[in-house]
């Protein structure tokens, strides 16, 4: 899947907004064959958090809200992913969000920034889960270093452990 075929994919699903969605249940989406879809709201370098995450986080409030977005995207194909450099689902249990904005407001900015660039997307768009996971998954797999998306993060240590434990999978795998 490549990020020509996605803004494709982008604009297809921008047409397909159930126009009938009650007000209360604005996330429910509909696919072009006309199935429920629900929304799950990430900023850009979230992508790459849902892969890696391994269990940990800054707090068990923060790690649950994380295991259900986790666990949710393992279904792609009942999800859309509305993209967006501002504070998303998984910030809406973190500590770190303070007044509608990520203390470390800037460093995130420039996260989102380079996961964009890294990853091709664009600033704010809507795309089905599945295609886009597996971009993020391919792209991901050519990383031998997090730090050079995600500059010094401090989970980096455990997102380079995932690379390199993925990495022999795939090798095992003949991928
Ligand atoms: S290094 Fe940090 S920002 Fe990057 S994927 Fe890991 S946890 Fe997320
Ligand atoms: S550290 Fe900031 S960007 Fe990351 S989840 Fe918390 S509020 Fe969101």
Known sequence: ????????????????????????????????????????????????????????????????NMEKIVSALLSPNDHVIRLSASCDDICSSCPNKVRGRCKDQESVLEKDRSAAMFLSLPEETTLP??????????????????????GECEWAELCNEWLASSKKIGDKMGN
């Open 1 to 64: 899947m490549n990020a020509g075929m996605l803004a494709h994919i982008a604009c297809r699903m921008e047409g397909a907004k159930c126009p009938q969605a009650r007000n209360d249940d604005k996330r429910l989406w509909r696919s072009p064959s006309w199935t429920v879809m629900r929304e799950v709201r990430l900023r850009h370098h979230h992508l790459l958090c849902t892969r890696t995450f391994s269990g940990k986080g800054y707090d068990p409030r923060f790690v649950a």
């Open 129 to 150: 889960a599945e295609p886009l996971l597996e971009l993020v998954n391919e792209r991901m797999c050519e990383l031998d270093d997090i730090r050079l998306i995600c």
